[in-house]
C-alpha cells in the first residue's frame, strides 16, 4: 500500500531540501522522517523532520512539532539536532493503525476480486474510473508547495471509501498531469483507451477524473473522436482540492456515477457543481461546456443553454431540449473511433490595437488553421483585412468564432462582417472558440482533402452547433 | 462531600482567544468587526467530509463528528463575508495588521517567536469552518506571564487562526452558520496547566485578558474572549472546556469539573476492584423491540413512534450497581452515558440500575432479563430509536464504557450556562493538523520585530499608573474604566470634548452603567455612538451632568431608542437663568418658615426641594452656588434679595 503520502517514498526525502540545508541534515544525521530534537539559540524543539518545499528559501528546516503545527527553523540559528528514532530500520513515522486499513478496495486487481465477491444483488453500475490526474486527485506536494496530483485513481476510491454504496469503481490510473499540461497527444491516449473499453470491456459507464483548467477541451476532443459511443463516458473534476473535508470531488463524483446508473442516453460529459451549494451537480454536454471561473465550484457552464441534465439529490432532470441522437445505443456497430489529432491550429484572440503585422507570421510557419475569436457577431479590424486575404490565398484556412463566449457568429449583419466572409473567413456559428479549436485539430488529424476540412468544421458532428437557442 | 482540592491536586491550563480588533479579516478584506446581524444576502448548502493529515491518519476528532454529519446551511452577507470564507477562492494574504498583534503579544509574554511562521489546516468539521478546517499558525514558543501569589506562569505557545462561523441553529438535519464571525483574527494563548485556589485561578485569566487589551489592539465585549480550559485531578487524563466566556463561570466550570473528574476516579476504582474485563461491556447485545411492543410507558411508545424502531438492550457483565453509583453528588456512569447518547440524537438511555421506572414493569424487566440472559451480578442498558441511528451508536458507546475503566476520559467538553460541562467530542490530536498549501510560509523579519519593540503591550500594574498619571484618575477608577468595555470609547471622548473632567466621564461609564445594569437594564441597548452623542451634549451645554444617568436609563430601559426621544421624553431641556432663577425663588419664599427655623442647616432641605423640579435641567452646582448665596444673605440681612444681586 502507498495511499500513505509519502514522507516514506523514497524519491521525495531526498529531493526535497536542497543542496545547501540537505547537507546541514547529513551533518547531524538526520533525514526526512526522522524524530529529532533540535536545539537552537533560543529554544529546544521536539518533532519530525517535514520535507521542504523545493521553492521556498533555503535557509530553513521544517519541523512538525508534537501540537501538529509545523514551523520553520532557520539554520543559521540551530545549534545541534539529535536523532530521537531508536530503530533506524523503521524510520518512517507512519506507524499508527490506519483506520482506512478496512477499506476493501486498493488497487485494480484487489477490486475485482473484491466486485466478483461481492453480494451483486445491489443493481449498481459497473464503472470503469480512469484517472489522468488534476485537483480531484490532489494532495499536499512538498516539492512545490502546491496542490499537486498526487492520488491515484485507487488511492482516490481509498479516500472515499462511501463510494462502493453507488456503484462498482474499477479504478485505472492512466496518467498524472495538471490539465495545464495536457495536450492532444493526451486526449489520443485517453480516447484510445476508452475505445479498448467499449470494444472489450463491459462497463455501464466511464468516468475520467481530470484537471479542470483545460476539461472541456478534452471533453470535446473525446467528443469528436469517439463518435456513437454507446455508453455515457462523464469527465469529473474539482475545483477545491481533495485534500479539504470541503472538497467538491466527492460530490462530483458521486453526480456523475448516479448520472450513468440513471441514464439513457450516451456520450461525453461533463460533471461538475451547478452552483456553490453541495445540492445539485450539472452533466454538461461534452461540446457545450466552458470553465468560466478561476476558482469557484460552479466554474462550468453550459453555453447556449441550460445543462443536459441536474443531478438533484432525490433524481435528475433531463434537458428536453438537447436529447436527439443522444439515445444510448445498446449495439457499437456504430462506434466509430478517431483519435488522431493535429496542432497545426491557431487561437487567436483579437483586441482593440492588435497589431495586423502579426498576422505575417503565419506566412513563415507551419499552421493550417487560424480560428479567430473575433468581436461581436464575428469582426476583426479592417486593419487586418489584406493579410488575412494573404494568408486565406496561401491556403491557410481562418475560422471566425466569438469572444462574446455566448451567442452565434452571423457575419451578414454588418459591413465588416461581410467583408470578411468575401474575403474567405469561414464563421463557425455558435461553436466556441476551444470547442472550434479541438475540432479543427481533430478534423485535420483525421481528414486531408479541403473540401471535406470545411464542411466537417461546419457540420454539427457532436452537439457543438445548434440551431436553435434557447431564450435563457 | 467536600473535596479536598489539594489533594486531588487539580491541575487548570488557559488556552485563552483574543479576537483582534483589526480593519479587515485574517485572509480576506472583509469587514473585521462581525455585522449587527441586519440580515443575509445569500445562503448556500454544503457537506462535509474528514480527511486524511499529511501523515496519513485521520483524526479522531474529525471522525467522530464525520460520524454524526449532516447538511450545513451557510448564510453571507455582502461586506462581511466573501468567496474566501466560502471557500470558493484561496484564502489572500495573512493581514500584517493581525500578524504585527500577534507578534507584539509574542513579545509581551517574552514568548520565542519562530523563525518561520508556517499557515496549517486544523480540521474542525463540525461546520464551523466552510472549508472543513481552520487556518492557524504557531507564532512563538515558551515564555511566561507575570501574576501576583505565581512566580512566572509559562506559556506554552501564542498562535495566531481565524475565528470560527457563527453558530445560527441546530437540529438532527440541518445546521447553520453566519459567515460574518468566520476569519476573525484570533491570538491564542496556552498557558501551562498551574495549580491554585479558583480565586488565584482566575486572577491569572484576568491578567493575561487586562494584558491583551493593553494593546488597544482587541475586541471588547462578551464573545470577544473566549477561555479553554483544561483541567486534569491527580496527574490523570485532561479535559478541555470549551468556550468559557465569563470569569466568573470559569469558577463554576473548575467547581464542576473537579468533581465530575473525581467521581469518574473513583468510578474506574469501582471497576478494577471488580477486575472487569473489556470484553464483559457489551458482550451481548439484543433486539428487545418485541418484548416492549405492548409497554405503557410513555418513553418507549415513543421510541416506537420513530421511523423504523428499534430497542436494543447492552448486556454489561459484572456492572450491576455500577452505572448508577454515585460516589460524589450528581456524578454516575449513568448519567455520562446519557449525556454521550443525547450528543447521537438520542433522549437518553434506561440502565439496570434506575429501573423499574420511567413506566417499564418489573414484568417487562424479568422478561428483559431472560431474554438477554442478565444475571443477579449484570447490569443492563437499554437504548432505542431509529434502526440506523442506533446501529452507528452501538459500537461508540461500548467503547465509551469501557473507557471508564480508565477513569476520566481525555475529550473535549463544551459549557452550559450554568457552569456545568457536557461531552461533545474526543480530544482531537496533532493528526488534525496539515499545511494549509495555498499560503507560503513567513518568514519573521528581524527589522519587523525591532519596530515593534516600542509597541510592546505595558504590564497592568505600569499602564494603570499611566492612566491615573494621563487623566487625573485615582487608581480604583482607572482600573474600572480600563477593565470595563469602554476604555476605548473614553480616551475618544475626552479627545473630543476635551472640557469635561477625566474622572466625571469615567465614573459615568462604569459605575453608572454597572448600577443601572444590576436592575437588569440592557447595556447593549446604549451604542457608542449615543454616548458620543450624550456627551458631546453636556459639551455644549445643552444638557446637565445630573440628566446623563437619567438619559442612560431610559435608552437602557428601551423606552426611547434616541438620545434625542430620551431628552425629550424626560424634559430634560435646560432652562435658562431667568426661569431658573425665579423657580428658585419662588421655592425659597415657599420655605422661608423652614429657613427661619433651621437657619444655615436648612441648606439641604432646599437642595433637596430644588433638584426634586430641576433635577436633569440644571447643573447640581449651580442651584447650590445660587441657593447658598441668597440664604448667606437671607440670614445675614433678614430678608429675601432681588434675584438680579
Known amino acids: 500500500m502507498t495511499r500513505n503520502i509519502d514522507l516514506d517514498s523514497h524519491d521525495i526525502s531526498d529531493k526535497n531540501y536542497s543542496r545547501n540545508s540537505q547537507k546541514f541534515l547529513n551533518k547531524f544525521k538526520v533525514s526526512v522522517g526522522d524524530e529529532v530534537k533540535i536545539v537552537t539559540k533560543k529554544a529546544e524543539f521536539f518533532g519530525i523532520i517535514l520535507p521542504r518545499y523545493e521553492t521556498f528559501s533555503d535557509k530553513y528546516i521544517v519541523l512538525k512539532l508534537k501540537s501538529g503545527y509545523n514551523i520553520g527553523i532557520e539554520i543559521e540559528n540551530i545549534i545541534e539536532i539529535i536523532n530521537k528514532n531508536v530503530d533506524h530500520l523503521s524510520k518512517k513515522p507512519i506507524t499508527k493503525s490506519d483506520p482506512s486499513d478496512n477499506v476493501p478496495v486498493n488497487d485494480d486487481k484487489n477490486s475485482r476480486n473484491l466486485f466478483d465477491k461481492m453480494n451483486s444483488s445491489k443493481l449498481l453500475p459497473k464503472i470503469l474510473l480512469i484517472s489522468t490526474g488534476g485537483t480531484i486527485a490532489s494532495k499536499i506536494d512538498y516539492r512545490t508547495g502546491g496542490v499537486t496530483s498526487l492520488l491515484t485513481a485507487s488511492e482516490l476510491y481509498s479516500a472515499f471509501p462511501e463510494l462502493s454504496d453507488y456503484g462498482y469503481i474499477y479504478p485505472e490510473f492512466l496518467f498524472n498531469e495538471y490539465s495545464e499540461n495536457m495536450n492532444p497527444h493526451h486526449w489520443s491516449a485517453l480516447a484510445d483507451r476508452i475505445s479498448f473499453a467499449i470494444s472489450n470491456e463491459h462497463y455501464d459507464g466511464i468516468i475520467v477524473s481530470h484537471g479542470t483548467d483545460t476539461m472541456h477541451y478534452t471533453s470535446s476532443a473525446l467528443s469528436f473522436a469517439l463518435q456513437n459511443i454507446p455508453i455515457p463516458v462523464v469527465l469529473v473534476g474539482s475545483q477545491r482540492s481533495s485534500d479539504r473535508p470541503s472538497s467538491d470531488a466527492f460530490s462530483n463524483l458521486v453526480g456523475a456515477i448516479r448520472f450513468i446508473k440513471d441514464t439513457r442516453y450516451s456520450g461525453i460529459f461533463v460533471c461538475m457543481h451547478h452552483n456553490t451549494s453541495d445540492e445539485v451537480i450539472a452533466c454538461h454536454l461534452g461540446t457545450r461546456v466552458r470553465k468560466n471561473h478561476t476558482s469557484k465550484r460552479d466554474a462550468f457552464k453550459s453555453l447556449n443553454g441550460m445543462p443536459f441534465a441536474l443531478i438533484e439529490n432525490s433524481d435528475i432532470k433531463y434537458n428536453k431540449l438537447l436529447h436527439n441522437g443522444i439515445q444510448r445505443v445498446n449495439i457499437s456497430k456504430n462506434f466509430t473511433s478517431r483519435t488522431a489529432f493535429s496542432d497545426k491550429v491557431f487561437l487567436l484572440k483579437f483586441y482593440p490595437g492588435f497589431s495586423p503585422s502579426f498576422l505575417e507570421n503565419f506566412l513563415q510557419m507551419d499552421y493550417k488553421v487560424i480560428i479567430l475569436e473575433g468581436t461581436g457577431l464575428g469582426h476583426v479590424s479592417k486593419d487586418c483585412f489584406p493579410i488575412l486575404e494573404k494568408l486565406i490565398s496561401s491556403g491557410i484556412f481562418v475560422f471566425m468564432t466569438s469572444q462574446c463566449i455566448f451567442g452565434t457568429v452571423q457575419m451578414t449583419v454588418y459591413d465588416t462582417g461581410r467583408d470578411l466572409l468575401g474575403l474567405g473567413v469561414i464563421p463557425l456559428s455558435n461553436m466556441s472558440s476551444e470547442t472550434s479549436v479541438v475540432k479543427a485539430m481533430w478534423a485535420l488529424g483525421n481528414n486531408t482533402g479541403v473540401d471535406d476540412f470545411v464542411r466537417i468544421m461546419k457540420t454539427d458532428y457532436s452537439n457543438e452547433i445548434s440551431n436553435m437557442l434557447p431564450l435563457v | 462531600m467536600n473535596l479536598d482540592i489539594d489533594k486531588l491536586n487539580v491541575k487548570v491550563g488557559f488556552e485563552i482567544h483574543q479576537q483582534l480588533s483589526t480593519s479587515s479579516k485574517l485572509f480576506c478584506s472583509c469587514k473585521g468587526d462581525g455585522s449587527n446581524d441586519e440580515g443575509y444576502d445569500f445562503n448556500f448548502i454544503r457537506v462535509l467530509r474528514p480527511t486524511k493529515s499529511e501523515l496519513g491518519d485521520f483524526d479522531k476528532a474529525a471522525l467522530f463528528e464525520h460520524a454524526k454529519m449532516n447538511s450545513i446551511k451557510y448564510y453571507s452577507k455582502v461586506g462581511y463575508s466573501c468567496l474566501v470564507e466560502a471557500d470558493e477562492e484561496p484564502p489572500h494574504e495573512v493581514s500584517k495588521d493581525a500578524l504585527e498583534t500577534a507578534l507584539l503579544f509574542s513579545l509581551a509574554l517574552n514568548s520565542n517567536i ?532
Open chain 2, 114 to 645: 519562530v523563525d518561520e511562521i508556517h499557515v496549517m489546516r486544523k480540521l474542525v468539521i463540525d461546520g464551523s469552518n466552510v472549508s472543513g478546517f481552520q487556518r492557524t499558525m504557531l507564532i512563538s514558543t515558551g515564555g511566561y506571564l507575570e501574576v501576583d501569589n505565581f512566580n512566572k506562569i509559562g506559556v506554552q505557545g501564542i498562535c495566531l487562526e481565524e475565528d470560527a462561523a457563527k453558530l445560527i441553529s441546530t437540529n438532527p438535519l440541518l445546521k447553520e452558520y453566519g459567515l460574518d464571525r468566520l476569519g476573525i483574527p484570533l491570538v491564542e494563548i496556552a498557558l501551562d496547566p498551574i495549580s491554585g485556589t479558583p480565586a488565584e485561578i482566575v486572577n491569572v485569566a484576568l491578567t493575561l485578558g487586562r494584558l491583551l487589551r493593553s494593546s488597544k489592539r482587541v475586541t471588547r465585549g462578551i464573545g470577544s474572549i473566549r477561555q479553554d480550559v483544561n483541567i486534569s485531578v491527580n496527574g490523570g487524563q485532561v479535559v478541555e472546556v470549551k468556550g468559557v466566556q465569563q470569569l466568573s463561570q470559569l469558577i463554576k466550570v473548575l467547581d464542576y469539573e473537579t468533581k465530575r473528574q473525581y467521581g469518574l476516579i473513583k468510578i474506574a476504582e469501582e471497576f478494577k476492584n471488580r477486575n472487569i474485563d473489556d470484553s464483559f461491556i457489551g458482550d451481548k447485545i439484543e433486539d428487545i423491540t418485541s418484548l416492549f411492543s405492548n409497554s405503557s410507558s410513555k418513553v418507549i411508545k415513543k421510541i416506537l413512534k420513530d421511523p423504523d424502531p428499534i430497542i436494543n438492550c447492552i448486556r454489561l457483565r459484572g456492572l450491576r450497581g455500577l452505572i448508577g453509583y454515585e460516589p460524589v453528588k450528581d456524578v454516575r456512569l449513568g448519567k455520562e452515558l446519557g449525556e454521550f447518547v443525547r450528543f447521537f440524537g438520542l433522549g437518553g438511555v434506561f440502565h439496570s440500575d434506575e429501573l423499574p421506572n420511567y413506566g417499564i414493569t418489573i414484568n417487562e424487566i424479568d422478561s428483559l432479563k431472560k431474554s438477554v440472559d442478565v444475571s443477579s451480578d449484570d447490569a443492563f442498558i437499554i437504548i432505542g430509536g431509529n434502526r440506523e441511528k442506533i446501529s452507528n451508536l452501538l459500537e461508540p458507546l461500548i467503547k465509551r464504557i469501557i473507557q471508564f475503566k480508565y477513569g476520566v476520559i481525555a475529550e473535549t467538553r463544551s459549557v452550559t450556562l450554568d457552569g456545568t460541562t457536557i461531552f461533545s467530542r474526543p480530544r482531537p490530536g496533532s493528526s488534525r493538523m496539515y499545511p494549509e498549501t495555498d499560503i507560503m510560509p513567513i518568514p519573521v523579519d528581524r527589522n519587523l520585530l525591532d519596530s515593534l519593540k516600542n509597541k510592546i503591550p505595558l504590564p497592568w500594574n505600569e499602564l494603570i499608573k499611566g492612566i491615573m498619571k494621563k487623566y487625573g484618575l485615582n487608581m480604583k477608577l482607572s482600573e474600572q474604566i480600563f477593565d470595563s468595555d469602554y476604555y476605548n470609547l473614553f480616551e475618544r471622548l475626552l479627545i473630543t470634548n476635551p472640557t469635561i473632567s477625566p474622572t466625571f466621564v469615567a465614573s459615568k461609564l462604569t459605575e453608572d452603567i454597572v448600577s443601572l445594569s444590576r436592575n437588569n437594564l440592557d447595556k447593549d441597548l446604549l451604542t457608542d455612538e449615543m454616548i458620543l452623542d450624550i456627551f458631546n451634549r453636556l459639551d455644549k451645554g445643552l444638557i446637565t451632568k445630573e440628566s446623563i444617568i437619567l438619559i442612560f436609563e431610559k435608552l437602557m430601559k428601551k423606552d426611547c431608542l434616541s438620545v434625542e426621544e430620551a431628552i425629550n421624553s424626560l424634559n430634560l431641556t435646560k432652562l435658562d437663568d431667568t426661569d431658573l432663577f425665579s423657580t428658585l425663588d419662588k421655592l425659597f419664599d415657599d420655605n422661608l418658615s423652614v429657613i427661619r427655623e433651621k437657619g444655615p442647616n436648612s441648606m439641604s432641605v432646599l437642595m433637596g426641594k430644588s433638584m426634586a423640579v430641576l433635577r436633569g435641567k440644571v447643573d447640581g452646582s449651580k442651584i447650590n452656588d445660587y441657593l447658598k448665596h441668597k440664604l448667606e444673605t437671607f440670614l445675614n440681612e433678614g430678608s429675601s434679595p432681588s434675584p438680579s444681586s
